[in-house]
């Protein structure tokens, strides 16, 4: 069993933990064809969002689930991941996560899975998105302040001195 197990490909499946019902259907039935397949599904591990809906649809055909945690107690983990990895590297663990699948899906999600799609792609590891648009994040994040476009360096320039000024005065 553990040399089958050895050579089955891990799908990565990252997103969102607050998402909408719609990105959960989409999440669960997700996991429900990554374990037809016979391959073992990964992801964060929590009991949120993307994480407990596609490890449950994995989990309700009979596969294989592990939980890449962000806390040090394993037992965090949602009720469908069978084997729960606690790293207590909080975002950190985005790392890990990526190198250990052999393809990365990123369904619906913020930051966190923007970063896990640009580390899987730095690692040249495949990414497939369902239902995430980068260029919304990073609009999300444009409203505070907290992403900018410049054009010029002197533009640039610019958007870094309104930032201090907002921050520092």
Request: aromatic share 6%; net charge neutral.
């Amino acid at each position: 069993m553990i040399s089958e197990i050895r050579h089955q490909p891990i799908i990565g499946v990252m997103g969102g933990a607050m998402v909408d019902k719609e990105t959960l259907e989409t999440a669960y039935q997700l996991g429900k064809m990554i374990a037809d397949k016979g391959w073992i599904l990964l992801n964060g591990g929590r009991d949120a969002g993307v994480m407990r809906a596609s490890a449950q649809g994995a989990k309700e055909r009979g596969g294989i689930t592990v939980g890449i945690l962000p806390q040090a107690d394993r037992h965090q983990a949602n009720p469908f991941i069978d084997i729960a990895l606690a790293t207590n590297m909080a975002d950190a663990r985005n790392l890990i996560n990526v190198l250990s699948s052999d393809v990365v899906v990123a369904c619906k999600g913020s930051a966190g899975t923007l970063s896990e799609i640009a580390l899987a792609l730095k690692n040249n590891k495949p990414v497939v998105t369902l239902g995430f648009e980068a260029a919304q994040v990073l609009r999300e994040f444009t409203k505070p302040g907290l992403f900018r476009i410049a054009s010029t360096p002197e533009q640039a320039i610019l958007y870094v001195e309104k930032y201090l000024h907002d921050v520092l005065y």
